[in-house]
Every structure is written in structure tokens, then in C-alpha cells.
């Protein structure tokens, strides 16, 4: 999961620096994206670094995705309604949001996934362990 993080945490720095690049005058806001994939790419490589913080950094990195998504649907959703449009603006948001929203969506299949393995873990430990307490109590 750390990796497809560092992906989309490229991802979403390149979408960052082309809007900021690409438009008529450089605003900082434009670097949104960018500042989004910066912390997941943190999230990332921590998560490489100290395996021990993995779940904690993916779960932050996972909320981080969803603000993203949520930030980026908000303004432009409201874009729309507008009288002047900026096109520039509105791919660079609606990629930002895409971005996001599967990078989310992959969040919660692993997650789920992982469970899966826990659990299933957890139920092939559980009569081990209960044979190993009816041999002692023999």
C-alpha cells in the first residue's frame, strides 16, 4: 500500500506543478494538489522506514485522500455555476478529485482486504490454541 501511496502522492505533485506552471499567472493555490501529494508521499516513505507505523500512516494518508477528494469536489463543483469559466482550473481540480477518489478507493479495498487476512488469521490461531488449553487441562 506504500507504494501505490508514493504513486499517487507523484501523481498528484506533477498535477500540482502543471497547474501552477501551465496558467496564465502563478498562484500558489494552484499547488493545492501538490501539498496533498507531498503528505502522502511523507505517509509513504515513512511507512517504508518504519514498518511498525504502517497501518497508523496509511489510515492518515487514507483521510488526507478523502479531504483532498472532498476539497477539490467543493470548489469545483461551485465552478460550474460560474459565468466565466477557467478551463485550466477546472481539469486541474477535477483531476485532483479523481486523483483522490481512487486513491480512497484503493484505500478501502486494502484495508478491507486486510481484515480479511486478520481475521482469517485470527480464526486459524483460535483452535490451536484451544487444543493446546484442553491438553493441559488433562
Not at 61 to 68: D, S
Not at 77 to 105: H, R, S
Request: include cysteine.
Amino acid at each position: 500500500m506504500a507504494k501505490l501511496t508514493a504513486v499517487f502522492g507523484l501523481l498528484l505533485i506533477g498535477n500540482g506543478i502543471y497547474g501552477y506552471t501551465a496558467g496564465e499567472s502563478a498562484s500558489v493555490t494552484a499547488l493545492i494538489p501538490a501539498f496533498v501529494g507531498i503528505a502522502l508521499l511523507l505517509c509513504a516513505v515513512g511507512s517504508i522506514v518504519k514498518p511498525a507505523l504502517n497501518m497508523h500512516l496509511m489510515h492518515v494518508a487514507a483521510l488526507l485522500g478523502l479531504l483532498g477528494c472532498l476539497a477539490a469536489l467543493g470548489r469545483l463543483v461551485p465552478g460550474f455555476f460560474e459565468d466565466e469559466q477557467n478551463t485550466l482550473v477546472q481539469v486541474n481540480l477535477g483531476l485532483m478529485a479523481v486523483l483522490c477518489g481512487g486513491y480512497v478507493y484503493s484505500c478501502f479495498r486494502s484495508f478491507k482486504e486486510a481484515g480479511r487476512r486478520r481475521r482469517e488469521a485470527a480464526a486459524a490461531a483460535q483452535p490451536e490454541s484451544s487444543a493446546a488449553s484442553e491438553a493441559s487441562a488433562e
